[in-house]
């Protein structure tokens, strides 16, 4: 049973429950540009070229601003559209309807042939004769014990009657020229951190989904949201999902010795009655695009905003020079968040070529063989292309948030090589700290916003 409501929560509470992402923006930023700094953004373009799940572009959409959302990762811009754009609740039902009807799955027998299984035998097991549903399966190591809905704990294994029928994202977490990821910890293949019997299940899932070839390709605004629910469950539908734990708590891909096995029909479940109690991000409709030309709409007034795909190096040369009031991002911070890596889980799902994107990140990874000064000169690329973007007059406005003193000197003279000037510095503190990395608890809490202004032609 789905259930629809609305929930009287804040924006902040409201926004993080859809999907889970790393590092969201700095809210209390936001509220100082926006409130304090910036204040009047109405019928202005707002422009985040490192725009993440999207939190900079909704709080201008509010505020009456028209936006442009760029981002290399695929998973982000799904968060950002579906939030953005949001969804009809009725069609999104119907949608829903048609993956929960499913009574049997397909999978592959030893033989290479198509069989069926009745969807519910897999979370079912046998106690002293009686057929009892299974809360979860429990496992440590190898070994595994199925928790019945009443509490009965028996010992109990893996699907081994066959394998997914439907191919699963066969992909590894290895670079193509033979390095490792970051985070790569318990195994080498994507597949390998799921049961055999939750690959079965999420592979039928997902294939009454009917997953986009690409993320560009159009589609309604209902079978993204599907989308993203589905993506926003692997990791708890996965063997590194542990006992009393909520979300990707430990960002790598580890799996620990007790961990646990939920029913992906019951996490879709729940993550839809999430969504579906949610109220839209935006209070009212916006007109939105998904492609580069479409700009002119935007930047003409007959469009709210566009969500962009891809690398901002590429799409900033789309926008027309001195077009843009103000860009606001919270860029990538050095090695703090491998956002490509970790998203990797989800993006290769979506089919969406995970290591080509990698290429063009912005981040210090010696994997990707990118230290310190190649994320600066990537920093300083950008930025000298948001110099051309932005009006005369218009102001850059950048979140920083680095404790190293000399890393983030360097970040700020990043700005001064693509030729603004920086015109003030404010300093904030986060009300929650961000538990990512190896911030000091205290000094973590601190962030900077940094004002930027074009200088004059003749002295750039």
């Known amino acids: 049973m789905l259930y629809i409501g609305d929930a009287n929560i804040s924006d902040l509470q409201r926004y993080s429950r859809i999907a889970r992402y790393w590092g969201r923006k700095v809210y209390e930023a936001t509220e100082i540009i926006f409130s304090e700094i910036v204040r009047d953004v109405k019928e202005k373009i707002v422009l985040d070229p ?62 290479g042939s198509i069989k069926y299984i009745e969807r519910d035998k897999l979370y ?17 190591d190898d070994e595994c014990w199925a928790v019945t809905i009443d509490g009965k704990k028996v010992r109990a294994s893996d699907f081994t009657g066959g394998e997914p029928y439907y191919s699963p ?21 994507l597949h390998e951190f799921f049961t055999n019997r939750n690959l079965i299940i999420l592979t039928n ?15 309604t605004r209902e079978h993204r949201a599907m989308a993203l629910a589905f993506l926003s469950i692997l990791y708890m539908a996965s063997k590194m999902a542990r006992p009393r734990a909520g979300s990707w708590g430990v960002n790598s891909y580890w799996v620990p010795r007790l961990h646990v096995e939920y029913n992906p029909y019951d996490l879709l479940r729940r993550r839809l009655n999430k969504l579906l109690r949610l109220r839209p991000t935006l209070p009212h409709p ?5 492609s580069i030309y479409g700009l002119s709409k935007v930047l003409r007034g007959y469009l709210d905003v566009a969500i962009l795909h891809g690398d901002s190096k590429e799409i900033l040369k789309y926008i027309p020079p001195g077009s843009i009031d103000y860009i606001v991002t919270d860029p990538p911070h050095t090695d703090e968040i491998q956002y490509l890596e970790l998203s990797f889980f989800m993006n290769a799902w979506l089919k ?14 010696r994997r990707q063989r990118k230290d310190f000064n190649s994320y600066i000169e990537m920093l300083v690329s950008t930025y000298k292309l948001a110099y051309d973007v932005l ?7 950048l979140i920083y948030h680095e404790e190293n003193q000399q890393k983030l000197e360097e970040m700020k003279r990043a700005v001064e090589k693509a030729g603004f000037s920086l015109e003030e510095e ?13 911030r000091n608890i205290a000094r973590g809490r601190q962030f900077r916003i940094l004002v930027c202004s074009k200088k004059f032609k003749s002295s750039r």
């Open 352 to 365: 969406a070529d995970p290591y080509s994107w990698m290429l063009g990140e912005v981040v210090v990874n």
């Open 169 to 189: 994202p066969y992909y590894m977490f290895w670079y193509p020229w033979g390095e490792p990821f970051d985070k790569k910890r318990n195994y080498d293949w």
């Open 124 to 140: 079912t097991i046998t106690v002293n004769g009686v057929r009892k549903k299974v809360k979860y399966y429990e496992w440590r």
């Open 286 to 290: 916006v007109k939105t695009t998904g």
């Open 205 to 219: 899932i997902w294939q009454d989904i009917r997953p986009l070839k690409t993320v560009s390709r159009k589609d």
């Open 426 to 438: 404010v300093k904030g503190l986060m009300k929650y700290q961000r538990n990512i990395g190896y």
């Open 50 to 111: 490192f725009g993440g799940a999207g939190c900079i572009i909704l709080e201008a959409l509010r505020r009456g601003a028209r936006g442009i959302y760029i981002d290399i990762n695929p998973y982000a811009y799904l968060i950002a559209r579906v939030t953005t754009e949001w969804f009809n609740t009725e069609k999104l039902l119907r949608k829903a309807e048609v993956v929960f009807s499913r009574k049997r799955l397909a999978y592959r027998g030893s033989n």
């Open 391 to 397: 009006k005369p007059h218009g102001k850059m406005l």
